[in-house]
């Protein structure tokens, strides 16, 4: 583990030399600002979801009720809004280096905390094309992919489910083929410019593939204002985790490391941090 602890804040003390002043994502032109009316209407107007039980059991979904065992998420929701409204970031992708950290598990259930902080919008989108991973730690089914949306073909407001009041989630209702040439596509960044502008969310948060076993991210990250890098306890290597912020940093900015299923943190859950900014 110190290992670990020694390779994280290496990569917090080059990220301060390195990018500490990396402009965010270009802001979003927003053509018509929607009326307090019109948006109210377009996140009512989303299909809600309701998530089983067995499911929140069986997915590890600790985040779903409020009480100790969602402890960890709402900190972390904490330090990414801090993060976020501090450096006006609203775009932040969960990335690992390789497949099974956590990424969406950790999105799921960051859609159930940032799902009581009432006074904020949250869109939670499955960017991860090449599986549905999002969409069955939720137990959802859907017609449509993330895909579908990002080519203009399927409009978000048809898409999307609303988790609660103040979440909509994009799933992927099966695999898609050509995932990297769909996020890296000019297209996709307007699309994600319109739902941007359509519904206003304070934050949006994208459940990306593994850096180190497809290109979708090189492409797509462009679009975010950062990265959050999740590493697995005991599986990551430190060279892993220094070439992927190596990588990231290159691409967007790093928001910090989650140190993932962490035997030897407190709680049950396993999850810790190595969080650095
Ligand atoms: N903190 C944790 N403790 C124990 N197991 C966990 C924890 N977080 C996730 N898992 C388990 O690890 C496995 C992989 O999780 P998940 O699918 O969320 O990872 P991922 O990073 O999204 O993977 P992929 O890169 O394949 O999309 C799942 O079985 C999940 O239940
Ligand atoms: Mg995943």
Redesign the pocket.
């Known amino acids: 583990m110190e290992k670990l602890q020694v390779a994280i804040e290496k990569a917090r003390s080059q990220r301060q030399k390195a990018g500490e002043s990396r402009p965010a994502a270009a802001p979003v032109a927003k053509p018509v600002k929607p009326t307090d009316e019109s948006l109210r209407t377009c996140w009512k107007d989303l299909a809600p979801i309701e998530v089983p039980e067995s499911v929140i059991t069986q997915?590890?979904l600790v985040a779903s009720a409020d009480g100790p065992a969602a402890a960890p998420f709402d900190m972390l929701r904490t330090r990414i809004l801090q993060q976020a409204k501090s450096r006006d970031w609203k775009r932040v992708a969960l990335v690992?280096p390789h497949?099974?950290?956590?990424?969406?598990?950790?999105a799921a259930n960051l859609a159930f905390s940032f799902g009581r902080q009432s006074d904020l919008r949250t869109i939670v989108l499955d960017l991860?094309l090449r599986?549905s991973?999002l969409r069955r730690?939720l137990g959802q089914h859907c017609q449509h992919t993330m895909a579908d949306v990002l080519r203009g073909e399927v409009p978000f407001s048809k898409h999307a489910q609303r988790l609660g009041d103040n979440v909509a989630l994009g799933f992927n209702g099966s695999t898609v083929r050509s995932a990297a040439e769909v996020l890296q596509s000019g297209k996709a960044s307007e699309v994600l410019n319109s739902i941007q502008a359509g519904f206003e969310p304070d934050l949006m948060l994208f459940?990306m593939?593994?850096l180190m076993e497809v290109d979708d991210n090189f492409g797509f990250l462009g679009n975010v204002d950062c990265a959050l890098l999740?590493i697995e306890a005991e599986r990551t290597t430190v060279d892993q985790i220094d070439v992927a912020e190596r990588q990231l940093s290159e691409l967007t900015n790093v928001m910090g490391v989650v140190l993932?299923?962490a035997h030897y943190t407190e709680g049950a859950?396993?999850?810790g941090y190595g969080y650095g900014y």
């Open positions: 997915n590890r690992s497949s099974a950290c956590g990424k969406s598990t950790t991860d599986r991973g730690i459940d593939p593994p999740l993932n299923k859950y396993g999850y």
